[in-house]
């Protein structure tokens, strides 16, 4: 059985913000044009976990669940009501952890914020792939609260499109 990994793989303004100031995202659409790798990333993963705001907002986008036949996993304490198929409600984030270590799952932290400090705070994040988007928000919801341990990076990887969005790549050191 493969080792377990759990990766943070996010877009985030040069400021470090995750969504606008109303919590919106739609400031990502200007760098829709080019490939940065998702699709790869997609095939590496088999499970997702999100915060249920971010569930909320990717329902909300309309169309088809954009993760069909991957696992996802909703951190809430809501039910969830007519979830897609795969999508699973949880309160228990720490036995998440356990048992997809376990399984030796290949896991995204897709977001948000909260949901990124939690799984910092129980050690649950192998690596950090960020894709800064060349913006300045000014204000909004960053990616790092700030109120977390420290969590020492090694950088693997940088990249720079030809756009200004640079990729980085770090493990957990």
Do not use: H
Request: net charge negative; with cysteine.
């Amino acid at each position: 059985m493969p080792d377990a990994s759990f990766r943070l793989y996010m877009a985030l303004s040069l400021d470090g913000m995750i969504a606008d100031a109303d919590g919106g995202v739609d400031w990502l659409n200007r760098w829709d044009d080019v490939d940065y790798g998702t699709a790869g990333f997609m095939e590496q993963v088999d499970v997702l976990i999100m915060g249920r705001t971010t569930y909320d907002q990717v329902t909300g986008f309309g169309g088809a669940w954009p993760y069909a036949g991957k696992r996802a996993m909703v951190l809430t304490s809501r039910p969830l009501g007519e979830a897609p198929d795969g999508v699973e409600g949880t309160s228990d984030l720490a036995g998440l952890i356990a048992e997809l270590r376990e399984d030796g799952a290949r896991v995204w932290i897709v977001g948000g914020a909260a949901t990124a400090a939690a799984c910092i705070a129980l050690g649950a994040i192998d690596s950090v792939e960020l894709f800064l988007m060349p913006v300045l928000l000014g204000e909004g919801v960053p990616l790092f609260m700030g109120d977390g341990p420290e969590l020492p990076l090694t950088l693997r990887e940088s990249r720079a499109w030809p756009n200004g969005v640079v990729g980085v790549t770090y493990d957990v050191a």
